[in-house]
């Protein structure tokens, strides 16, 4: 379908470390499946929110178009919201994701969950300003984020008696490789240690349980390293740009709020200092709150509440340049019709995720 979806249009079919195909467009930005089969979409860098959501719209809405004439609706939630994990196939051959799959089966469905039947909006951001003042504001973020776009409640047909049901996957299938990594001191110590502790299932027998990457670390190559760090999924990852992995899948009218908030928080100075200051430091227990009970609970919401008015602020200094006023117009839209109401996306009406 998706061939049939690009033919004669400016997009090159590759193949993909998965063992499935990938869509490249000429004009760059790549188009994916994961594991379960979920598709993704990899955008190009933008120094404008505006352009951002232009090039999401330019993939999805055709693409969403012929689809639906094929009788195929393109869902957006965090987790399949109606399937039953064991109906959920793994779809991708590479040796990376066969290894993958063994390790986190050894904990249980978490993982299998997680690798076939999840979908997160990520977001990447260049850290202006000192290193670990960007790093410690993202981190600080991520529990707030996560409830204001908790999308994920349902699953197998039920209520998972969660706000973020993805969210409750990545908790539990390995905390040695996710969660926050922040503790106050030296960002670069820090991410090292865990590093180090996180078990190594890229190397050795895939039968045999993993051990930690320390255990072999002096004997490990350049290679080694860069691939088992790509192995590391926490809220933020650093990769020469920070990754925020918090949000659920969001449908596209949304999309680009995430991406703007973080902008507001990180590109204006004042607002950096500011969420800084007035941000709870991040913590592995608050992570969970956020993910359990959302905007429930009430010092999740206040964590909100401040993420939204220092991200806003920011938006309106930084001005055009990054944000229109219809990009700030739509956060403020959505921040009315759903965050100061207490409610997450995942309130809203299934047709409006179609």
Known sequence: LL?????????RERPSPSGMVAFERAAGGMLSFEPG?????????????????????SVWVPLA??????????????LDPWNTVESAELHASGERYRRMAVHYDRRGLWGRRMMRQSAALHVNVDAPGPAGEAW??????AAPLLAIFANSHRVAGADAGVRSARAAQWRRLD???????WAGGDPVEEYLDFALGADDFLAGDPAAAARPFRERADAATREEWRRHLTTLFPEVRPRGYLELRSVDALPLEWAVLPAAILAGLLFDPEARIRARRELPGPT????????????????????????????????????DRVASRQVRETL???????????????????????
């Open 3 to 11: 061939r049939a979806a690009l033919q004669g249009q400016p997009w």
């Open 284 to 319: 592995r227990e608050a992570l969970e709150r956020a993910g359990c009970a959302g905007l429930g609970d009430p010092a999740i919401t206040d964590a909100a509440g401040v993420v939204l008015d220092v991200a806003e602020d920011g938006l309106e200094r930084l001005g």
């Open 136 to 141: 410690a504001v993202a981190n600080a973020a």
């Open 65 to 78: 178009r012929f689809l639906a004439d094929e009788g195929v609706a393109l869902v957006a939630r965090g």
């Open 37 to 57: 089969g979920q598709l993704e979409y990899a955008s190009t860098p933008s120094a404008s929110l505006d352009d951002l959501r232009s090039e999401l719209e």
């Open 332 to 354: 403020s839209r959505f921040r009315s019709e759903f965050t100061d109401r207490g409610r997450d996306p995942g309130t809203a009406p299934d047709d409006r995720l179609l």
């Open 175 to 181: 905390p040695s490789r996710t969660g926050i990594v």
